[in-house]
């Protein structure tokens, strides 16, 4: 097996490493973190695909960056869902996760503000990839304690079987390895 993988999205190009996850499964390693270029790039390519929203919603880590560029050229506020509670959160909502990338059960936290905030909005969901689709339950989870619509599910890529869901708007498919 090579040691990278080759992506093509928005018009870039980037070698992914590969990172084994178990005996059978490998996956390429997509991170924005750093990459201003693709940040940017990925956010412009998605605003152009996604429909109208009032806010952005993402799960705290790789994909606050894309969140916030989207933030900044759409004008609309993003918010992150933590990855546990913190010590500010008046009110915190806690919903478990599981994803393909960490081993243990996670947990993503909203503050009742922040939720109080998503009432009666359209929500775009964002995140860097979808692969189970843990991460993503978990955020809709979150979006159904209040009383906002899920406007679209939307990720830099579709990791797997990811790429034949029709409820996820995507720039570009990801395999999983062997």
């Known amino acids: 097996m090579p040691d990278t993988y080759t992506l093509h999205v928005a018009g870039l190009t980037r070698?992914?490493?590969?990172?084994?996850?178990?005996?059978?499964l490998s996956i390429a390693a997509f991170v924005m973190f750093g990459d201003v270029e693709l940040t940017i790039a990925c956010a412009d390519a998605?605003?152009?695909k996604v429909p109208d929203f009032d806010v952005l919603f993402t799960a705290e880590s790789k994909a606050i960056p894309l969140a916030y560029e989207m933030s900044?050229?759409?004008?609309?506020?993003?918010?992150?869902?933590?990855k546990g509670k913190k010590?500010?959160?008046?009110?915190?909502i806690v919903v478990e996760v599981h994803s393909i990338t960490t081993r243990e059960t996670q947990s993503l936290c909203i503050d009742r503000p922040d939720l109080d905030y998503l009432n009666g909005k359209r929500v775009l969901i964002v995140d860097d990839v979808i692969s189970t689709g843990g991460s993503l339950l978990a955020m809709e989870a979150?979006?159904?304690?209040?009383?906002?619509?899920?406007?679209?599910?939307?990720?830099?890529?579709?990791?797997g079987d990811?790429?034949?869901?029709?409820?996820?708007?995507?720039?570009?498919?990801?395999p999983l390895l062997s």
């Open 15 to 24: 070698e992914l490493p590969i990172c084994k996850i178990s005996d059978e």
């Open 46 to 48: 998605l605003l152009a």
């Open 142 to 159: 979150i979006v159904a304690k209040s009383t906002a619509t899920v406007a679209a599910r939307a990720a830099v890529l579709a990791e």
């Open 162 to 174: 990811a790429a034949q869901r029709k409820d996820i708007l995507f720039l570009a498919p990801l």
């Open 72 to 82: 900044r050229k759409s004008g609309k506020k993003y918010i992150p869902a933590r």
């Open 87 to 92: 010590l500010y959160m008046q009110e915190p």
